[in-house]
C-alpha cells in the first residue's frame, strides 16, 4: 500500500516535473525521505578514514547493526582496527521524540567498563568524524521537524536528479542546536535519498560539505556505499566506507544491549 | 691633472643644469611611485632571514600544531571572577570576538569556550562550564568549584586569586601582516565596552605586532616632519638666504625618497628600526649641501666679482673631495651593518641608509650645482667680506685657542674616556624585550604588566616531542618523560605554568574513576590511553587536542607559559631547558627541540652582541682604509679614526652608567656613529693637510685659518647631525629614542675630539704626513 502510495507521489512530482510547474514543496519532500524502505535491519561493515589538514590519516574499521524498534532506531558499532582500540564498542538508542535525549554508551576494553557518554547536542561530532550524532541518526534524510524548506530547483549530482532544497532552522534554538545556520540538500528525485549537502556555521561561515556515492541496489534496497564529508573550515575530511551489506539476517535484539557492548560480536 | 679632470667634469655638470635637473626630478618621481606598496613588519619572526632553519622549523611547528601568536584580552574584577555578570561578560565578549573580521571563531578561547572534563558516577562528561542563558550564583559558583579541579586552566585561562580571567583569541593566517587591522577593531570594541567594576586589557603577542604598526606610523608621522624642521632651521641660521634652505632640502628629500621609494619597489618589508631611517637620512643627507653652500658663500664674499658658473664650479672643485670622502666613509659605516648583522631588519637598515646616503652624493654632485645654475650670484649676510667673521666663526676661533694652548690637558682626558671606554664595554649588556618597543605609558604596557602578573604569562616556550612510530606518544614511559620535563622546566624562574597532552591523559584517568583526584596520573596501560581519546571524541570536539599532539599520535607539542618576555630571562630558561633535553631526551626512541617565541627570540637576539662588535670593528677598518688610501698615508688614516674610536668607547660608558641595553636598535649605533662621525675628522685633516703641507702654514697660523672656516662649516655640519639625530629622541619608539640618543652624543664627542684632540696631536706629533709633503 504504502509503496503505491509512493509510486503514486513520484509519477505526479514526475509529472509536475515535465510540466515545468511548479516545484514540490520542500516538507513533502522531506517526508518521503522518511518513507523510503531501510529494511529493518542491517549488518555491515564500517570503514572510516579521517583525514586531517595536513593529510595525515586515521582508519578504524567497525562492524556497524542497526535495528529498528518501532520508530527508535538503535545503533551499535564495534572497533576492529587499530589494535589499541579493538573491542572497543558503541551503542546509541536515537529516540524519535527530539525532546527526549538519546542514550549512549561506550565500552572500553581497557579499562573493562562501560561508559555512559552524556547525552550529548544533536550537533556534536560523532566519535571525531566531520558528521554530527543528528547527521548518523539521519543518514540519507532531511529532517522533518527541523527546517523551513524552499525548493529552490533540479540539478543534476551523480548523473541523477535531484530537488534542490534550502533549509533554514525553525528557530534560533534549533540552529544552535544543530550548529547550522543554513543548509542545501539535493534530493534524488526517484529514489528520495538525500546526495549532497551543504551547510553553514552558526555565523554564517560555509561548514561542510557532504557527499553520499555509490548507491546502488543490495537485496533490492537502494543502499549509499560511501560519504564523503569535507569540512571547510578545520579543513578535516571524513570518508565512510559501507561494505558486506546485509539486511536479510534478521538481528537478534540482543546485539542492541549493554552486554553485547562488553561481549562483541 | 685630477683637478682639471674634475673642473672639465664641472663645467660639463653646469652647461648641462636644465636635462640634469630634470634627469633629477624624473628619478625621484619614478622611485616615490612604488611608496604606497610598502609593507610593515612589525612580528618578532622578521628578526630572522627566511632560509633561518630554526625559524623554518618553527613554522613547521606552527602549522602541525596550529599555534599562533595571539590577541590576548583580560577581565579583571577585584571581587572576583565567578559571579554571573562577569562569566556573562566573557560570553559576551567571547562571542563578540568571533564575529570580528581576521579572527578566526574556532580559536576563541575562554571560560565561555573551553570544555570542561568531568567524571560521573556512570561516564565522562564533556561541556562547556556554563551555558550563558543558565547562569545563576550557583552556577557561577560551579564553574569556580570547576576551575579549581582543573589543573589545566587554573593560572593560565583564570587568574589564581580568580580576579581574572582571559580570553585569547587567534587570527586567520589570511591577517598576517594586518594585525594592526584587527587590533583596531578590538580597541574600539573594548573602547566601548563598559562594565562596572570590570577593568579590560587588551596584549599579548599578536596585539604587540599590530599595536607595533599603528605606533610606528603615528611616530613617523611626528619624527619626520621635526627632523625636516628642525634641519631647515640650522640652514636658516647658517646661510640666512632661501636657496641656502631649499636646495639642501631637496637633496634630503631626494635621499629620502629615492631610498624608501626602492624599498618599496624591492618588496622589502618596513620594519620597527625602519622608521629610524628617514630621520638618520635627512640627518646625514643635509651635511653635503651644508659644506657646498658654506663654501659658495665664502667664495662669495671673497671674490664678488665672479660669475655664477664660476662661483659654482670653484665650490664645486674645492668641495667635491670632501663631500665624496665623507660620504664613502657614512656608506662604509651602513655596509657594515649589512655584512655583521645576520637580522634582516637592521641588514637592509644598512643597504637602504647606503643607498640614501649614496642618492645624496649623487645628487650633491650633480643637482646642487645645476639648481644653483638658475639663479645669479648671491651674498650671505653670514658671510659679508673675506675678513669679517660671526659670532659662530668667533667660537670657533676661541676654541682654536684653547687647544693650541693646552694639548696636554687635552690628550690626558683622552686617554681617561678611553679607559673608561674599555670598561663600559665590559659592563654592557645584551637585552630586549619587545613590550619594550612601547613607552612604559601605553596601556598595552600595562595591560601586559596585568596579564603577566595575574596569570602565568603570555611568553611561549614550546618544545616538540617527536616520537619514530604513530601512536607512540600514549606509550606510558614517553608520556612520564614528558610530565617530567614539564615539572623540571617549571622550576625554572619566570616558568610559570605548562600544557601538553599529559595533562588531558591525566585528566581523563582521573575523571573516568569517578573524578578521584588518585587517579590524576599516567596509566601504564598504552590501550587505555588510546580508548581515553576515543572515548573524549565521543563528546569533545575532533580539534580539541590540535595544538598539543598530531593526528598520528607521533608528534607533541609542550607549551610553557612565562611571564617575562626580557631576553636575559628567556636565555637562562632556555639554555637550562636545553641542558635537561640533552640529558634526559635526543634518544632514538624520543627526541625533543626547543621552538616558540622565547627559543626563537634566545636564537636571533644572542647575536646582536656579536654582530655588535663585528659591525663596529669591520666600521672601523673600512674608514681607516677610506682614509689612509685618500691621504695615501698609513699615518693619516690612524689620525682619521682617532676621535670616532673615542666616541664609541665613550657611548660604552654612557651605556653602562644609564643601564642602556645593547638591544636591537642601539646595537646599530656603533656602525653608524663611526661612519657618521669619521666626518669631521676627515674635513679636519684635509684641510690641515692643505694648510700645512700645500700652502705652508705655521702650526699657529694653520690653527687660527683652520678654525675660523673649516672650523664654523663643522659646527653647522655637527649641529645638523646632533639636533638630527637628537629629533629621534623625541620618537615614542623607545628603541629608536635611544639610538637617536647615542648617536646623537657620540656624533657630538667626534666634533669634539675632532676639533681638539686631533689637532692636539698634530700640534704635539707634528707627523710628518702634515709637514714634509711639498717642501
Given amino acids: ?265 | 691633472m685630477k683637478t682639471k679632470r674634475a673642473q672639465a667634469f664641472f663645467n660639463w655638470v653646469t652647461s648641462h643644469y636644465k636635462p640634469i635637473l630634470i634627469l633629477s626630478f624624473a628619478a625621484f618621481v619614478v622611485s616615490v611611485v612604488s611608496l604606497p606598496k610598502l609593507t610593515k613588519d612589525t612580528r618578532y619572526e622578521a628578526f630572522l632571514p627566511p632560509q633561518d632553519s630554526v625559524l623554518i622549523q618553527r613554522n613547521a611547528i606552527k602549522e602541525t600544531f596550529g599555534l599562533k601568536d595571539p590577541m590576548v584580552i583580560a577581565i579583571k574584577n577585584d571581587k572576583g571572577i565567578f559571579n554571573p555578570t562577569s562569566l556573562g561578560i566573557v560570553d559576551d565578549l567571547s562571542e563578540k570576538l568571533k564575529k570580528i573580521p581576521g579572527i578566526d571563531p574556532d580559536q576563541v578561547r575562554s571560560l565561555s569556550t573551553e570544555n570542561n572534563v568531568v567524571g560521573t558516577d556512570f561516564g565522562i562528561l564533556v561541556e562547556p562550564f556554563f551555558e550563558s542563558e543558565e547562569l545563576t550564583n550557583s552556577n557561577a559558583k560551579a564553574v569556580s568549584q570547576a576551575i579549581d579541579n582543573f589543573e589545566l586552566y587554573k593560572g593560565s585561562l583564570v587568574s589564581k586569586d580568580k580576579t581574572t580571567t582571559l580570553v585569547i583569541a587567534e587570527m586567520l593566517d589570511s591577517y598576517d601582516l594586518k594585525q594592526h587591522e584587527v587590533y583596531n577593531s578590538l580597541q574600539a570594541l573594548l573602547a566601548d565596552y563598559q562594565h562596572d567594576n570590570h577593568d579590560f586589557y587588551l596584549a599579548g603577542e599578536g596585539a604587540v605586532s599590530g599595536y607595533l604598526i599603528k605606533y610606528i606610523d603615528e611616530d613617523a608621522m611626528r619624527t619626520n616632519p621635526f627632523a625636516g624642521l628642525v634641519i631647515a632651521f640650522i640652514l636658516i641660521f647658517a646661510y640666512r638666504t632661501v636657496r641656502g634652505v631649499v636646495i639642501p632640502n631637496l637633496m634630503v628629500l631626494a635621499s629620502v625618497g629615492i631610498a624608501l621609494g626602492l624599498m618599496a619597489f624591492f618588496g622589502v618589508d618596513f620594519y620597527v628600526i625602519t622608521n629610524g631611517l628617514p630621520v638618520v637620512l635627512i640627518a646625514i643627507a643635509v651635511a653635503d649641501g651644508i659644506h657646498i653652500m658654506g663654501e659658495y658663500y665664502e667664495l662669495a664674499a671673497k671674490h664678488p666679482g665672479l660669475s655664477q658658473k664660476e662661483l659654482v664650479v670653484n665650490t664645486m672643485l674645492s668641495m667635491w673631495r670632501p663631500i665624496t670622502i665623507t660620504s664613502i666613509t657614512t656608506i662604509a659605516g651602513f655596509m657594515s651593518i649589512v655584512f655583521s648583522s645576520y637580522m634582516p631588519p637592521m641588514a637592509f637598515f644598512g643597504v637602504f641608509g647606503g643607498i640614501g646616503v649614496a642618492t645624496a652624493l649623487v645628487y650633491a654632485l650633480f643637482m646642487i650645482p645645476s639648481a644653483l645654475m638658475l639663479l645669479k650670484p648671491q651674498m650671505s649676510k653670514a658671510f659679508e667680506s673675506a675678513n669679517t667673521i660671526d659670532g659662530f666663526g668667533k667660537f670657533m676661533s676661541g676654541l682654536g685657542d684653547f687647544v693650541y694652548n693646552r694639548p696636554r690637558t687635552i690628550l690626558v682626558s683622552a686617554v681617561l674616556i678611553v679607559v673608561l671606554g674599555f670598561f663600559g664595554a665590559l659592563k654592557l649588556k645584551v637585552n630586549e624585550d619587545r613590550i619594550a618597543n612601547f613607552q612604559s605609558t601605553e596601556p598595552i604596557v600595562q595591560a601586559d604588566a596585568v596579564i603577566n602578573s595575574k596569570t602565568e604569562g603570555t611568553s611561549y616556550l614550546d618544545v616538540l616531542i617527536e616520537t619514530p612510530g604513530t601512536e607512540d606518544i600514549f606509550q606510558p614511559h614517553n608520556l612520564k618523560k614528558i610530565e617530567a620535563l614539564q615539572r623540571h622546566v617549571e622550576t625554572l624562574p619566570k616558568v610559570q605554568g605548562s600544557t601538553s597532552i599529559v595533562d588531558f591523559v591525566k585528566k581523563m584517568h582521573q575523571s573516568v574513576n569517578e573524578d578521584n583526584a588518585e587517579y590524576y596520573t599516567i596509566p601504564d596501560d598504552e590501550a587505555l590511553i588510546s580508548q581515553f581519546f576515543l572515548l573524549y571524541s565521543a563528546s569533545g570536539n575532533p580539534t580539541d587536542f590540535d595544538n598539543y599532539v598530531d593526528y598520528d599520535y607521533r608528534l607533541a607539542n609542550v607549551r610553557f607559559r612565562i611571564n617575562s618576555g626580557e631576553y636575559l630571562d628567556e636565555k637562562i630558561i632556555v639554555e637550562k631547558t636545553q641542558d635537561y633535553l640533552d640529558a634526559n631526551f635526543n634518544t632514538p626512541t624520543i627526541k625533543a627541540t626547543q621552538s616558540g617565541k622565547v627559543a626563537l627570540d634566545v636564537h636571533w637576539i644572542g647575536k646582536l652582541g656579536q654582530n655588535h662588535f663585528t659591525g663596529a670593528i669591520v666600521a672601523l677598518l673600512v674608514v681607516l682604509i677610506v682614509a689612509a688610501l685618500s691621504f695615501r698615508s698609513m699615518a693619516g688614516g690612524v689620525l682619521t679614526i682617532v676621535p670616532v674610536l673615542i666616541s664609541v668607547l665613550f657611548i660604552y660608558t654612557v651605556m653602562g652608567v644609564l643601564d642602556i641595553w645593547l638591544a636591537v636598535g642601539t646595537s646599530m649605533f656603533a656602525a653608524i656613529a663611526i661612519g657618521v662621525g669619521v666626518d669631521f675628522a676627515v674635513h679636519t685633516v684635509d684641510r690641515f693637510k692643505y694648510l700645512l703641507a700645500e700652502k705652508g702654514l705655521s702650526l699657529q697660523q694653520a690653527f687660527q685659518e683652520f678654525f675660523k672656516s673649516a672650523g664654523r662649516a663643522l659646527l653647522f655640519n655637527f649641529l645638523a647631525l646632533t639636533l638630527g639625530f637628537g629629533v629621534l629622541m623625541t620618537s615614542a619608539v623607545p628603541p629608536l629614542n635611544r639610538f637617536g640618543f647615542l648617536v646623537a652624543v657620540a656624533v657630538m664627542v667626534s666634533f669634539i675630539g675632532s676639533m681638539t684632540i686631533l689637532p692636539a696631536i698634530i700640534l704635539l706629533a707634528k707627523p710628518k704626513f702634515f709637514i714634509t709633503h711639498k717642501n
Fill in chain 1, 1 to 265: 500500500m504504502k509503496f503505491n502510495t509512493i509510486t503514486m507521489m513520484a509519477f505526479l512530482l514526475a509529472i509536475g516535473f515535465v510540466q515545468g510547474q511548479s516545484l514540490p514543496d520542500g516538507q513533502s519532500i522531506a517526508e518521503q525521505t522518511y518513507a523510503r524502505n531501510e529494511g529493518n535491519s542491517v549488518k555491515r561493515k564500517l570503514i572510516m578514514e579521517l583525514t586531517d589538514k595536513r593529510g595525515k590519516t586515521r582508519v578504524r574499521e567497525t562492524t556497524a547493526l542497526r535495528k529498528y524498534f518501532g520508530e527508535e532506531r538503535r545503533l551499535i558499532i564495534f572497533y576492529e582496527t587499530p589494535t589499541s582500540v579493538k573491542g572497543t564498542a558503541f551503542l546509541t538508542y536515537d529516540y524519535p521524540d527530539a525532546e527526549v535525549d538519546d542514550d549512549q554508551w561506550l565500552y572500553l576494553p581497557a579499562l573493562r567498563k562501560t561508559r555512559r557518554i552524556s547525552a550529548s547536542n544533536r550537533g556534536d561530532y560523532f566519535l571525531g568524524t566531520d558528521l554530527t550524532y543528528e547527521d548518523i541518526k539521519l543518514e540519507t534524510k532531511i529532517s522533518r521537524d527541523d527546517y523551513n524548506y524552499k525548493t529552490i530547483g533540479i540539478e543534476q549530482v551523480d548523473g541523477q536528479e535531484c530537488y534542490v532544497l534550502e533549509a533554514t532552522p525553525k528557530d534560533e534554538a534549533t540552529a544552535k542546536e544543530l550548529g547550522y545556520s543554513k543548509g542545501k540538500f539535493w534530493v534524488d528525485a526517484n529514489i528520495w535519498m538525500m546526495r549532497k549537502s551543504e551547510s553553514w556555521d552558526i555565523a554564517g561561515n560555509p561548514l561542510k560539505t557532504v557527499h553520499v556515492t555509490d548507491i546502488r541496489k543490495v537485496q533490492g534496497i537502494w543502499t549509499l556505499h560511501r560519504i564523503d564529508v569535507q569540512n571547510h573550515k578545520t579543513k578535516h575530511k571524513t570518508v565512510f566506507r559501507f561494505e558486506d551489506i546485509d539486511y536479510s539476517t534478521d538481528l537478534s535484539d540482543d546485539y542492541f544491549t549493554e552486554e553485547a557492548l562488553v561481549d562483541g560480536l
